[in-house]
C-alpha cells in the first residue's frame, strides 16, 4: 500500500493527514513530504501528523517521527502525533516515544486548537 498524504491548515496549525503505512520503504518520503510543505508555509507555529489512517509504522517511520520531532524542535516549533489506532499507540509507547514526541487524540488536538 503507497503512503498518501493531504495537508490541512487549520489556525496556526499544519496537519498533515497520512493513509497507508510508514515503513522502510516510505519513510524518506514521509519526512521529505512534510520538510517540503512546512518549507512552503513559514507562518505556522505548530505540524502535527494524523495518522487515523496509517495502518502500520515500522522502525524506520518510528526512527522519522524522531527526525521529525528534532528538526522542529530546532525550529523551535510545536510538533506531535494526532489519531493513533490502539495498535500504533501501544507500539509508540513500548518504544517510549511518547516520553519524547506529544500524542493526541484527535479530540484532544481539537481542544488545543480552540
Known amino acids: 500500500m503507497e503512503l498518501n498524504y493531504k495537508v490541512k491548515r487549520v489556525s496556526r496549525s499544519l496537519i498533515f493527514e497520512y493513509s497507508g503505512k510508514i515503513g522502510i520503504k516510505e519513510a524518506q518520503v514521509f ?5 517540503e ?17 496509517v495502518l502500520f509504522i515500522d522502525s524506520s517511520g518510528m526512527g522519522e517521527l524522531i527526525n521529525l ?12 502525533v ?5 495498535e500504533l499507540r501501544t507500539i509508540i509507547r513500548l518504544a517510549k516515544l511518547n516520553n ?5 487524540s484527535k479530540e484532544e488536538y481539537k481542544k488545543r486548537l480552540g
Open 31 to 35: 519526512t521529505e513530504s512534510v520538510k
Open 37 to 53: 510543505e512546512v518549507n512552503q508555509n513559514p507562518n505556522y507555529e505548530e505540524v502535527a501528523i494524523d495518522c487515523s489512517a
Open 69 to 80: 520531532y528534532r528538526w522542529f524542535h530546532e525550529k523551535e516549533k510545536f510538533f506531535c
Open 82 to 86: 494526532i489519531g493513533l489506532s490502539s
Open 100 to 104: 519524547l514526541i506529544p500524542i493526541f
